[in-house]
């Protein structure tokens, strides 16, 4: 999906589809970690925000439907997602593991589309200040996707 910003558009919002939207192997779906993020491109980082909620989708191009996977409020969200088949992928994500958000715990779901299944698993319930070092990679692997699609802009 080629990123197009118009006068309308929110080129943050923009930015954040063309980074956390990633198409299957054989191009039919495109798996969508969080529709609600905004990034906006620093020099040495890329800042995200958004709304506080999170929804992760996949779009078939062919039948052109989307089905929400994942939906959740300000205590949890998707970070990243990868495919592993042109038929199953995986989506991970955190949520607060308290009232209070000082105790996080991750998860990962792994989707089949051949058997219509979702396997989920969760991390170890992990302090705030840990759950820092797992925000810091993914900023670090948000950033290097900004700067691959920079490269490829620059290419074409």
């Known amino acids: 999906m080629p990123l197009v910003v118009g006068e309308d558009s929110d080129a943050g919002a923009d930015l954040a589809t063309e980074l956390l939207s990633l198409p ?6 495109i798996l969508c970690v969080d529709s609600y993020q905004v990034v906006i491109p620093g020099s040495e980082s890329v800042e995200v925000g958004g709304e506080p909620d999170s929804r992760c989708s996949l779009i078939d191009m062919r ?6 996977l994942q939906f959740c409020g300000t205590s949890c ?3 990243w997602g990868c495919w592993l088949s042109p038929t ?8 607060n593991a308290d009232d209070f958000g000082q105790w996080k715990q991750g998860g990962l779901s792994l989707y089949s589309l051949r058997d219509s299944s979702v396997t989920e698993y969760q991390t170890r319930i992990v302090s705030e200040e840990s759950y820092r070092a797992y925000e810091a990679a993914w900023h670090g692997w948000l950033l290097k996707r900004y700067q691959v699609w920079m490269r490829s802009r620059r290419a074409t």
């Open 77 to 79: 969200g998707n970070h």
């Open 63 to 68: 039948d052109t439907t989307e089905v929400v």
């Open 24 to 29: 299957s192997p054989d191009h039919r779906f």
């Open 88 to 95: 199953s992928f995986a989506v991970g994500g955190w949520n």
